[in-house]
């Protein structure tokens, strides 16, 4: 395979500043992978950096997240185009094979990495975010480190479902922490991909009662065939008053918010037992 010295990128310089231009590709070592990048999605937290959000830039209390610049993106499914020795042998991979790296670049030395919680690392650092650390997939090619957690994905997968792996396995995270049982009912609020996703994971948790909510009659409808018992909009309803009606004034057991807008904290802590 050949590898060009420079590729198109889109780079995140700062908020509302993000601009398409011609890098170089990244180098690697024995430890290091380079990706031939397939597909890579945008994240609300993408368009909530572009704007501006104190996550990533800082305000208030909060320090700066984001070290720009730096390539963004953190949902990317890619090929292998080189890979060094070590690499090789650690991930059984080969040059043509696709793999994904998690988006949590863990450190490795906190106490969280340690005990196997690397989720949790105390350096909260993701591919897209931090150049020093780890670029993203918004590019032709991408390096995966030595820190990476990677993993070898089927070839027969098309790429832009492949490059849903990572949000899928944030939903898959969620389900299981929500630890849903027999008879609870679950509120699982904002139809997008990922709350449709964890829609789909706590169906086959197999609750007493799935109820979806969303603004958007058209994704109520999708959510509907893909397993909810109940779907109501809250421009529609008082969603809080008909969840208590369902379950005899107790509220739902458990909620599960991806609206990413702050009512549906406030909706939340409204219908929940």
Not at 246 to 260: Q, R, S, V
Request: hydrophobic share 40%.
């Amino acid at each position: 395979m050949t590898i060009p010295e420079k590729m198109n990128a889109v780079m995140c310089y700062g908020p509302n500043d993000y601009r398409y231009e011609s890098i170089p590709v990244p180098v690697i070592d024995e430890d290091e992978i380079l990706i031939k990048v397939e597909a890579c999605g945008i994240c609300a937290g993408d368009t909530k950096s572009y704007h501006g959000a104190a996550m990533f830039w800082g305000g208030g209390v909060l320090p700066p997240w984001n070290q720009a610049p730096v390539v963004a993106g953190h949902e990317f499914i890619g090929r292998v185009a080189k890979i060094g020795e070590k690499a090789r042998k650690k991930h059984s991979l080969e040059v043509g094979d696709r793999a994904i790296a998690e988006q949590i670049v863990p450190c490795g030395e906190c106490r969280f990495c340690k005990s196997g919680e690397y989720w949790m690392c105390e350096t909260n650092n993701i591919h897209g975010h931090q150049k020093i650390v780890a670029e993203g997939g918004m590019a032709e090619y991408m390096k995966y480190g030595k820190r990476d957690v990677v993993h070898k994905v089927s070839k027969t997968i098309k790429p832009e479902y492949a490059a849903m792996l990572e949000p899928l396995s944030c939903s898959v995270h969620t389900i299981e922490r929500a630890q849903i049982k027999f008879n609870d009912a679950v509120v699982i609020a904002g139809m997008g991909p990922i709350g449709l996703c964890k829609l789909q994971l706590a169906k086959l948790k197999n609750p007493k009662m799935l109820i979806a909510l969303d603004t958007k009659d058209s994704r109520l409808d999708v959510a509907k065939k893909l397993g909810a018992d109940i779907v109501l909009n809250p421009l529609s309803c008082d969603v809080v008053a008909e969840v208590k009606n369902l379950t005899d004034g107790y509220g739902c057991d458990i909620y599960i918010h991806n609206t990413g807008h702050p009512s549906g904290v406030i909706q939340g802590l409204e219908m929940i037992r």
